[in-house]
């Protein structure tokens, strides 16, 4: 059991820019999910894959933001033309069914 | 829509003292309650679980209690040490989702 791996830790950029980030989960876990956590708060759900299904959304996640699952093991959630209130910390976490989650360390996103 | 609060942002204790850190819910279809515990730039990391067919449960150090007609639940850390220092979210379990309170900042001083 090697965590949930999250990369980049760290990613700054420019208004209207698109990112990418990754999230390895624990590999015998089935269910993935995408929070995002600004200063202050706690962290807010965003979505949910179950093996390579999307399953559930947030209103939160907009048009800009997508997350994929393609073969039921990593996961990647682009946000597109950045803006800065995307600031945050994005944190991926994974589960078996019935089992808290274990989430990564997170990617802090810095939109400038 | 703040379904789970928690009205205190911080709270300071004395090494070997009691922490009680509070927790308000807001919806009752929600069974199953969860406390993490985060250091800075890490993940939050499980601590202790409840679900509402209990009304407490323990683990070493850490106790939950459930209040369900209060909506109130409420984490003991006894006795406190200085690695307990670090922000304190619950969370309610519904479907396939967590929804986390606000968080509580805990430094315990030596």
């Known amino acids: 059991d090697t965590g949930v791996s999250q990369n980049p830790r760290h990613k700054i950029t420019k208004r209207g820019q698109n990112v990418t980030f990754r999230c390895d989960p624990i590999?015998?876990?089935?269910?993935l999910y995408w929070y995002r956590q600004t200063l202050g708060q706690g962290p807010e759900f965003l979505t949910y894959?179950?093996?390579?299904?999307?399953?559930?959304k947030s209103r939160l996640l907009s048009d800009r933001f997508s997350a994929e699952r393609p073969k039921g093991s990593f996961s990647t959630l682009e946000i597109q033309r950045t803006e800065q209130g995307d600031s945050a910390m994005y944190l991926c976490?994974?589960?078996?069914?019935?089992?808290?989650?274990?989430f990564g360390n997170g990617t802090r996103l810095t939109v400038t | 829509d703040q379904q789970v609060k928690q009205n205190s942002p911080s709270l300071s204790v004395q090494e070997g003292r009691i922490s009680i850190l509070n927790c308000d819910y807001t919806?009752?279809?929600?069974?199953?309650f969860l406390w993490y515990k985060k250091y800075p730039a890490e993940g939050p990391t499980f601590l202790i679980s409840?679900?509402?067919?209990?009304d407490k449960n323990e683990d070493g150090r850490f106790t939950v209690f459930l209040n369900k007609s209060a909506k109130h639940l409420s984490l003991h850390i006894v006795p406190s040490q200085p690695g307990d220092s670090a922000v304190y979210f619950c969370?309610?379990?519904?479907?396939?989702?967590?929804?986390f309170g606000g968080g509580t900042r805990v430094l315990v001083k030596p």
């Open positions: 976490a994974s589960s078996l069914a019935g089992s808290p989650l274990h």
């Open positions: 590999s015998e876990h089935n269910r």
């Open positions: 894959f179950q093996n390579e299904a999307q399953l559930e």
């Open positions: 919806n009752s279809m929600f069974d199953y």
């Open positions: 409840i679900s509402s067919i209990k």
């Open positions: 969370a309610k379990a519904a479907g396939n989702k967590l929804t």
